[in-house]
């Protein structure tokens, strides 16, 4: 049974704005084990980038972080709270992100998801995302972050999957 659509449970996509950090920074640390740092959320608001957060009731449940320049725009963060994932939140994300796209022109999207994130490439693969490539030891892993002592030049990194679609 699907519950109806109440204010309780409406999600609003909205601009980020640097008073949101604190939250998506909570999302973003709960979601992936090497997260984007605040500084880097940062320089993308400066940068203009398009951030976009998923708002539920005054709670921020989701994040995206898209660049567009030269008619092609990069997905590169794309991110829901583990509590809210397999709902449809991150298509939802996606779609505006792509929308947005569109009207700014761009003509191709690309993203890299990491190799082991398989439910993230199903998702971009129905979202008509083909993979075009890969990037060796493009991310960092979770061990990278261990703390004092290690090594993080010898730590072990994973693979990239470069994906794109026409828009």
Not at 125 to 151: H, M, V, W
């Amino acid at each position: 049974m699907t519950l109806p659509l109440t204010p309780e449970r409406a999600i609003a996509l909205r601009r980020m704005t640097e008073a949101d950090l604190t939250e998506v920074m909570q999302v973003e640390c709960a979601a992936y084990a090497v997260p984007w740092s605040e500084g880097i959320f940062r320089d993308c608001l400066r940068a203009s980038y398009y951030c976009l957060v998923a708002d539920r009731a005054g709670r921020l449940i989701g994040h995206a972080v898209m660049s567009v320049a030269a008619g092609e725009c990069h997905i590169l963060n794309l991110c829901v709270a583990p509590s809210h994932q397999g709902r449809g939140l991150g298509r939802r994300l996606l779609r505006r992100a792509l929308a947005l796209a569109r009207q700014r022109e761009a003509d191709t999207a690309f993203l890299e998801v990491r190799a082991s994130n398989q439910g993230a490439i199903r998702l971009y693969q129905a979202e008509g995302f083909d993979e075009i490539g890969l990037r060796k030891g493009y991310y960092p892993s979770a061990d990278a972050n261990a703390g004092p002592g290690t090594d993080s030049s010898r730590a072990s990194r994973e693979d990239a999957v470069l994906m794109a679609r026409a828009l």
